[in-house]
T-cell receptor, first 111, second 115 residues
Framework: TQLLEQSPQFLSIQEGENLTVYCNSS?????LQWYRQEPGEGPVLLVT?????EVKKLKRLTFQFGDARKDSSLHITAAQPGDTGLYLC???????????FGKGTKLTVNP | AAGVIQSPRHLIKEKRETATLKCYPI?????VYWYQQGPGQDPQFLIS???????DKGSIPDRFSAQQFSDYHSELNMSSLDQGDSALYFC??????????????FGPGTRLTVL
């Protein structure tokens, strides 16, 4: 079973549209990170959230950590073709150091 | 800013051979993590080291071993390779001293192909 359920798995939208990616779990995480990964490359960190209810903005990207620290969302406003890529959520549970990853959302933004 | 360095970037081996992957963490980072990512899969945690001591262990085969050296770089040693070991191997580093948020920064990966 996947500890972090990420949805949708695939998303294809037109330039200018908004989208939201969800990352859900029944477990509590001490922190949660969002990465973007290009094929054959390492995941690149976008943001880390650590406090329940925390909201962080990175230009057109808004990240939210759930109040109970069991879920997170990534919202992209006015998507651009340059946003195309694989978005991964990953969390750290208390008492462990390892990152547990979701399966990823493969986003395609069409011009 | 300096990032995590991994070498080699690509490695091709025959079955039953050995391989050594190297990782140089971000300066002043004290913790190193190794992950394996198969085709179309999410990264899976293998092992981590904090201050040169193994700190956590995941799904690492007994044929693999790793260590962290005094300069904080780490090496992943893989023996008796088989085709199922073909994957991208990532190293990540973080600073876990002084109340850090344990954010992990990933290197570019080593693509291992076992023929």
């Amino acid at each position: 079973t996947q500890l972090l359920e990420q949805s949708p798995q695939f998303l294809s939208i037109q330039e200018g549209e908004n989208l939201t990616v969800y990352c859900n779990s029944s477990s509590v995480f001490s922190s949660l990170q969002w990465y973007r990964q290009e094929p054959g490359e390492g995941p690149v960190l976008l943001v880390t959230v650590v406090t329940g209810g925390e909201v962080k903005k990175l230009k057109r990207l808004t990240f939210q950590f759930g109040d109970a620290r069991k879920d997170s969302s990534l919202h992209i406003t006015a998507a651009q073709p340059g946003d195309t890529g694989l978005y991964l959520c990953a969390g750290v549970r208390g008492g462990s150091e390892k990152l547990v990853f979701g399966k990823g959302t493969k986003l395609t933004v069409n011009p | 800013a300096a990032g995590v360095i991994q070498s080699p970037r690509h490695l091709i081996k025959e079955k039953r051979e050995t391989a050594t992957l190297k990782c140089y963490p971000i300066p002043r980072h004290d913790t190193v993590y190794w992950y394996q990512q198969g085709p179309g899969q999410d990264p899976q945690f293998l092992i981590s080291f904090y201050e040169k001591m193994q700190s956590d262990k995941g799904s690492i085969p007994d044929r693999f071993s790793a260590q962290q050296f005094s300069d904080y770089h780490s090496e992943l040693n893989m023996s008796s390779l088989d085709q199922g070991d073909s994957a991208l191997y990532f190293c990540a580093s973080s600073s876990n001293s002084g109340g850090g948020t344990d954010t992990q920064y990933f290197g570019p990966g080593t693509r291992l192909t076992v023929l």
